[in-house]
């Protein structure tokens, strides 16, 4: 069995910031909330390791470019 879906309604504004992190960190909608969601909760832990460290090289890989443009 697969995980479980939900589905949400968002402000636009809000999408907009989603769809802009996505696109500059190759972040997928779902692993950005799923993080998001498990840090609010305080639960970032049940998140597994694979995919933190995944996210983590992501960010630095923003942190380089964004340096590099600076």
């Known amino acids: 069995m697969g995980k479980p879906q939900i589905a ?7 999408m907009e910031k989603l769809n802009s992190y996505v696109e500059k960190t190759g972040s997928s909608k779902t692993e950005v909330i799923v993080g998001a969601l498990a840090h609010y909760l ?3 832990e049940a998140i597994p ?8 090289e992501r960010r630095l ?3 380089e470019a964004e340096k590099r443009g600076s």
């Not at 949400?8 to 809000?14: G, H, N």
């Open 8 to 14: 949400v309604r968002i402000p636009p504004s809000l």
């Open 42 to 44: 305080g639960c970032a």
């Open 61 to 63: 890989a923003v942190l």
């Open 49 to 56: 390791f694979g995919e933190r460290m995944a996210e983590v």
